[in-house]
């Protein structure tokens, strides 16, 4: 089958087994690489455990210790072997390249080589190389008020904390998408290769383009070992391995062994073989403007766990087990014994010659590291902001829909905006992409093809050409994975670039936890100041609850803005424009934010028209007011506000309020509708908050309040409880009940119907005595008649849709 | 490579190509199968299109036809012609076996099944066997009130929906884990296979003992396109496709074209060679006694999508394109050319020859369908609560831990629980697991070990002894795939087992859409009157936000309770035993209960106890309550409440009162705890809530509470905001403040440390005056002298862990 079928072995010991053969560097340099090896794991160690004497100048007593050790071992030497061998190849072809740390708790690692490179002092000048510096740098590691046992957002070079596992390969083709210089070398844990995120990612050479596109080179770490168990990739044969990566479409260089002279040649030899058939690729495919998938190449390192540990502690295995996993001997401070088997471990790497100066030797570090922003820890792509370029916009008012009479025109909100979508790919041809799980056509934005067509780099079918919309150049990015598509479009946007992720509301669940973590990333780095902000993340959630009466149950959930209404206000937004100029208003504030994620939610199908460009705009930007023009309270203090938030929850709003003025032509409705979700908030809350000043301008302080809102109800009381006449909000939203319905029995089961929401009103307002009652009761007929004729036809009836509101209020303003 | 390098093309048109060769039907039988075949695709589109007319008796008219069309075509024919031909092996070999469908809205492909096998029509009388019954069976679909397009919980032998994908593998590897006669034929959509969970779900082999487990035989189905893409696996060489296989364990063997009659002898050679296959490996094992991880055999199915439809209407292709994935030809009420052209397309599957007496013939259902509990639409396995067997459970009592000084006593709740959860393992050896993603042991559960190791059938090493727990026969179940394990858990559950998941608390984000979606089948199972209920699906959330504080940001996340309080309050429950020993009762209350999804929060650490287990259990009966041994009013009205929820925020909770009582000796102050999340909440919206007569008895309706809660606090206004003087209450939990932290540090940016809380009381308490403000400096003071200790040392000062409640509360007393 391929070159390894020579290799039986699946253990990580022994001299160096590899694909490729070659002894690339001489005695000398592999002494260099010793000792640049042993600094490094010097360096792992004593961010683990040392507070103080960072160089052993004196013997190591329990006081230089930390009180409590935190930290991983057990991936830093892999990492840090493969890190300081691509250094040779960066110097050797000049290439422009960054490092993404997956293994879980990698820091050790890369802040090791940010250190020795230089790097980390220049942008901490207290973590300076010296004594000091070092003590310094050792004592802040997994230390209160210092920094992660991760690669945060502290730490030079990292675009990737792998705090979450799965995401380092997504990340790293989101990195090189469109930066065709870059090559992302990525260590994959064998542990984070089990997760889903990960399994599938490796999918995504199809989707990467040899002309307009970076590389990605994963070096895919046999570890071995997880928190307490042995990894799954570790455990199967070599043939079952190979074919996997095979399958996946790249093609795997084995390196094996714990032999550190013969696995220096090796990995050498091995990675020296990858940069230059990526080299090769691209040039074919640039040359000849013919964009191929070749089998990219993939490095598989197997190497024990805690390579270089002792073997056994106590006879009990610490290198090559799980054991070596995080703290590799636990009990220092305990056991004097142990307390001397590490001093005598950390010397055997020998800080005193290493750290002569208290430094490497510059002859080392010249010979070995990368300058300036060659160094993988100082590459300006991974700090995206300082690259970003402003998007170019067209200008979003010459795309509204023209609303001659509002509350009357029809129109499909979403198939309007894609037109400006189309121009905003069109405009920014290598610096904005749109990403979907298969859902950019379903989503009605299918117009963004004439911009840029849908990467694929798989086989083309005759077919396709019957509007299959495919190219291996395009601008959208659509593969069946939520978590590859949010994956790429973190990686895009950490690295400077620009981007918006559609997908139905109910399946964003999916990409709850990578959203929490994105937005957790997006927060530590306002804090990094040397850290540039990096456009926002927006997602646009479509196919939306009240339009999944058919699909059922399985597809109405739309609680992901509870999840991410718990991340900080710093950065997360949400918007729920009421129709199509406000959706336009809306995406191009989005587009030209930056350190947020924005969520939008609007649907996909026609609705009415509400407001003109210029009555959006001002909508927008206040983020919730009082619509005067389907307002019957003519600016006095109302006896009933009617509020909503969210296309179809206002639909129904206005249409209840209808319904209320044809029995109630005296009644004082106020109308209010919010677009901005956090002006709900109090200001002590939320940077978009209202005063309560403002609210009680708004709702007042006493009438009751009828809510119509898009998600769970409670979400609107969580945000609001705190607020004056909190007690007179009702608030409806979906509660959970569907079934295979149609649009009005959906909104009934759940009381956001226009009937339902008159019924609601009346019943808040006991001073219509007898007249309440009769219209309640003629309301509830009239629903209980709509919903038959739904029963029995399939459908709703028409005049829920073509329903007008201007007549009502009009008489009712006259009057 | 492999039996597939014949086969060069990936086209799905053409006479059948595949790996295993053979016809093994008589020409007679393949006539059979044609007209099961033909008879199935008429049922499939009859669902979509017809209300009336459902036998074409009367030339096809509007009136027959659905006012809104709806249904997924695409995948119908390749499940439906993998079905009925596995039916062929059921009734030879009589094989117990369950049919699970991957692919999106399969719905027309499982449910024209079970209506020919008659399974529907015995649980469904209305949808007879004749043409009345066909007629409802078809209008029903997709239809206001009726069944969904997806595999739902309606139908009859199903346990996976697949409205949300990606889940398919997992669910049946789950639903054979110590099923050993039960094979789980699971079609997998090429759509669903780009997910990530299904692309990890494949490694479950490493799982699956042959000799106790029974087997999963996958149809990977290359239908070729998605909504509106090609599908990666469907445009990638055979050589990659098959590789791909080999390297996740299985061996695959190709059936591919269109060509009718040869695929049939293609596919019945194919799945009888698998079948065999899995027998013998079996057999092998179980004569043997070795388990064994054979290469299971796996078929990959490439049929066009829409299979048999025509290949293009109006010049545009239909047939083996994305155009068939759902309502095939989409406008025959509009174009009365497309009418015709359904009937003309319809009538090719001869309903009237077929459904002479408006059903199939009996000579044909014989021959080809299995009968009773063979049928895969009825066997008891997928209705899992018919065949469940209560868990033997061990008297919880006997595990209590012994506190003889409430709030003195120190002891690890979970590694006390985890004695009395091996003992459940051990009663119950072939229907509980423990599932995990590799965090088990770090969540102090190792103890289960005794009683039942970690399921390994992977490679093992020499190291594996030393303390490895591996064995091919285990209990515990871990892949470091959130993904894999929940939908291992959900098809375990659903089969009639039992089980638990445990996992970090930041990362069950993951699976939010997981355990939505799995909340939404079993609220939808109660209203299948034949469906029995399951076992509740358990998870134990630990290693929790506050114990999070030394790993970061990126581990702090309590927002899993805020997704599964969305859920409806029929199927969800949220436990946060505040020690040990309400922890037992609390898991013992979980395993015993039925439908629910049950969420338990409880830190792994060592901590104060408080209650006996006598205590204990009438604490988490009434799942909140007043501690009277921890407050001074004496059961007067108190001046304060402090409340609490959650083992830590309990615990600084107590330590506040403590706090303020040695200020204010005679402050009357109650201290309440909550166990059962939902007490909080009306009884009109949950069936656990209370009353707000309840309410007010424990809360009061005018003082200042101040509550410490686990998670977001948020989450505890939104479960109040109705309640008599919540305006009083002041929730403090987990605000997204985090960094590198000790936990008093990380209380202390949350406000939910005891200094904090203790300040938070006074604030609320003007009536304190100057000593109120004095108070409040030395707590200021104390706080602020803790915390420096902190940052110095790198630990908490240990007063803070050792502190006693009872002093200051004693004292309060007599005084």
């Known amino acids: ?66 009180a409590r050790l935190l930290g991983h071992f057990g991936s830093a030497p892999g990492q840090i072997f493969t890190y300081m061998h ?36 220049e942008v901490y000048p207290d973590k300076s190389e010296d004594e000091d510096g070092m003590q310094r740098f050792f004592k802040d590691f997994s230390f209160p008020g210092g920094i992660g046992s991760h690669a945060t957002p502290e730490t030079p070079g990292s675009i990737h904390e792998g705090g979450e596992l799965g995401y380092s390969i997504s990340h790293a083709f989101g990195a090189v998408f469109d930066h065709p210089s870059l090559i992302a070398l990525t260590v994959v844990g064998d542990g984070e290769a089990e997760t889903g995120p990960l399994a599938t990612a490796w999918h995504s050479t199809k989707f990467l383009n040899p002309i307009t596109d970076g590389a990605v080179l994963p070096v895919l770490h046999l570890n071995g070992y997880k928190i307490n168990n042995p990894t799954i990739l570790a455990r199967i044969s070599h043939k079952e391995l190979e074919s996997l990566f095979i399958g996946y479409g790249w093609q795997p260089y084995f390196v094996e062994g714990d032999d550190i002279e013969s696995m220096h040649q090796a990995l050498a030899a091995t990675l020296e073989r990858c940069v230059v058939e990526i080299k090769k690729y691209q040039k074919e495919a640039r040359d000849s403007g013919k964009a191929l998938r070749p089998r990219w190449p993939l490095v598989v390192l197997r190497t024990p766990k805690g390579w270089t540990a002792p073997r056994k502690v106590d006879n009990k295995f610490l290198e090559g087990f799980w054991r070596s996993h995080q703290v590799p001997i636990t009990d220092v401070r305990e056991n004097p014994k142990h307390l001397e088997l590490l001093e005598s471990w950390m010397r055997s790497y020998e800080p005193d010659r290493l750290f002569k100066d208290a430094r490497i030797s ?89 911009a840029g067509k849908k990467v694929w780099m798989g086989e083309y079918f005759e077919e396709d050409k019957d509007g299959g919309n495919l190219a291996p150049a395009g601008r959208v990015m659509e593969m069946l994975s939520e978590h590859t598509c949010e994956g790429w479009l973190e990686g895009y946007i950490l690295t400077g670039r620009h981007g918006l992720l559609n997908s139905y509301e109910p399946f964003i669940h999916v990409i709850d936890s990578m959203v929490n973590q994105h937005c957790k990333w997006i927060e530590k780095a306002l804090e990094v100041e ?7 993340l927006n997602i646009l959630l479509t196919a939306v609850v009240w339009r999944q009466d058919h699909n059922g149950f399985t597809h109405q959930d739309p609680g992901f803005l509870d999840v991410v209404a718990n991340k900080s206000p710093e950065v997360v937004r949400i918007y729920l424009p009421p129709d199509g100029n406000c959706l336009l208003s809306v995406m191009d504030h989005c587009f030209r934010s930056s350190n947020y994620v924005n969520v939008i939610v609007s649907d996909k199908q026609e609705h009415l028209q509400y407001l003109s460009m ?11 007011g009082i619509w005067p023009q389907f307002s019957s309270d003519a600016g006095e203090e109302p006896d009933l506000v009617m509020a909503s938030c969210g296309d179809i929850p206002t639909h129904e709003s206005l249409a209840a309020i209808d319904l209320l003025l044809r029995h109630f032509p005296e009644l004082k409705i106020r109308c209010v509708n919010v677009v901005d979700l956090f002006k709900l908030i109090s200001h002590i809350d939320h940077p978009h908050g209202l005063t309560d000043r403002e609210w009680v301008g708004l709702f007042t302080a006493d009438k009751p309040i009828i809510f119509n809102f898009h998600s769970y109800p409670w979400l609107v009381h969580r945000l609001t409880y705190k607020r004056p006449g909190s007690i007179n909000l009702h608030v409806r939203g979906y509660k959970e009940k569907g079934n295979i319905d149609t649009p009005l029995e959906l909104a009934i089961r759940n009381q956001t119907d226009r009937f339902s929401l008159a019924m609601d009103a009346i019943d808040r307002m006991p001073h219509l005595h007898n007249r309440g009652s009769a219209a309640r009761e003629a309301l509830h007929n009239e629903q209980i008649r709509a919903r038959n004729e739904a029963y029995e036809t399939g459908i709703d009836p028409p005049f829920l849709k073509n329903w007008t509101w201007q007549e009502n209020v009009t008489k009712a303003k006259k009057a």
Chains 1, 2 share one sequence.
């Not at 390894?4 to 070659?22: D, F, L, N, Q």
């Not at 040779?88 to 020795?116: E, F, M, N, T, W």
């Not at 040397?530 to 926002?536: I, M």
């Open 530 to 536: 040397w850290r540039d902000k990096v456009a926002s």
């Open 86 to 121: 691509f250094n040779r190849l960066i110097k050797k072809y000049d290439l422009d390249a960054i490092y993404i740390s997956g293994p879980g708790h990698g820091a050790p690692a890369v802040l090791s080589q940010a250190y020795l490179e230089g790097t980390y002092s």
């Open 1 to 66: 089958m391929g070159d390894s079928e020579e290799i039986e072995s699946i253990s990580p010991y022994g001299p160096a087994r590899s694909t490729v053969k070659g002894n690339p560097l001489s005695k000398e340099e592999i002494e260099k690489y010793n000792d640049f090896f042993k600094a490094s794991l010097y360096l792992a160690l004593g961010m683990i455990y040392l507070r103080d004497n960072p160089l052993l100048r004196q013997p190591l007593e329990l006081k230089h210790v930390k």
């Open 362 to 450: 510059k002859e080392l570090k010249e010979a070995l590291c990368p300058t300036g922003s060659r160094r993988m820890s100082a590459n300006p792509v991974a700090n995206g902001g300082t690259i970003k370029k402003p998007l170019k916009m067209p200008n979003f008012r010459d795309y509204a829909i023209k609303v001659d009479k509002p509350g009357v025109t029809f129109d499909a909100s979403m198939v309007n905006m894609s037109a400006y979508l189309r121009d905003v790919v069109a405009l920014n041809m290598t610096s904005f992409r749109l990403f979907g799980p298969d859902e950019t056509e379903s989503n009605k934005l299918g117009k963004v093809y004439e």
């Open 614 to 624: 210029e009555e959006a705009v001002v909508h927008c930007t206040k983020g919730i």
